[in-house]
């Protein structure tokens, strides 16, 4: 198998990060078992925001210089300036056990998918936060079009249902967490 490294983030990521986003966009009318389900893409100015405050990683491809996926963590911190009043990281905040680490988003581009590499992200993360958090939360849609493949996966990686929450008028969402030790 290929090298796959997972570094941080930097600004010249952005453009990439935008483009494994959009492929990865779905319509919640959609067949889809996995996506960023009618997800309005970031700007560039707020992803490269987001890079600055956030632990934010992607996995690259080391023998091609390619960046492959993203992962998007907030410490509780800076979730209120990032997201505001956003009702899915509201409800995260009011679950949670401070210290809490977010993740917003993870994604891999198409010809990178199951090889593993949330695994590898969050190992990476994991090795980040030290002892320095107590738990780490993730969401995912639930309805209308259940996200199944990153279920699978945020149960493969330790996390469990906590508890689902309806916003946005018409999508629930279901909370994940996982404890660190
Ligand atoms: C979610 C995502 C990051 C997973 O990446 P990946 O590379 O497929 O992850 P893995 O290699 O660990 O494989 C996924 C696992 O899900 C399982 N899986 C795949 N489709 C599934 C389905 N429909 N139902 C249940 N499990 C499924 C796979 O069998 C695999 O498990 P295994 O390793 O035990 O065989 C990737 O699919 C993706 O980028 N999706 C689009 C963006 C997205 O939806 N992000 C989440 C919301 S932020």
């Known amino acids: 198998m290929k090298d796959y490294l997972i ?4 600004q010249e990521d952005v453009e990439r990060i935008i483009e494994i986003a959009q492929s990865r966009l779905v319509s919640s009318s959609s067949n889809e078992t996995t996506g960023l389900i009618d997800y309005p893409i970031p700007s560039a100015e707020k992803y490269s925001r987001r890079i600055s405050q956030g632990l934010f990683y992607v996995a690259y491809d080391d023998s091609w210089g ?3 996926g993203f992962m998007d ?3 509780d911190e800076s979730l209120k300036d990032i997201f505001g009043e956003d ?3 509201n409800a995260v905040l009011e679950a949670g056990q401070s210290p809490i680490a977010y993740i917003n988003t993870l994604a891999v581009a198409k010809e990178f998918e199951g090889i593993g590499l949330p695994s590898r992200f969050f190992s990476r993360l994991e090795e980040d936060l030290g002892k320095s958090c107590k738990q780490i ?3 995912i849609v639930l309805e209308p079009l259940r996200n199944k493949r990153s279920a699978a996966v945020l149960s ?3 996390f469990t249902f906590e508890e689902e929450i ?3 008028e018409r999508y629930t969402f279901g909370l994940y967490k996982k404890l660190m030790n």
Not at 7 to 10: F, G, H
């Open 137 to 139: 939360w993730a969401a």
């Open 66 to 68: 390619y960046v492959a």
């Open 7 to 10: 570094r941080k983030a930097e």
């Open 156 to 158: 493969k990686a330790g």
């Open 87 to 89: 009702p899915v990281v």
């Open 73 to 75: 963590i907030y410490r």
């Open 166 to 168: 309806r916003a946005f």
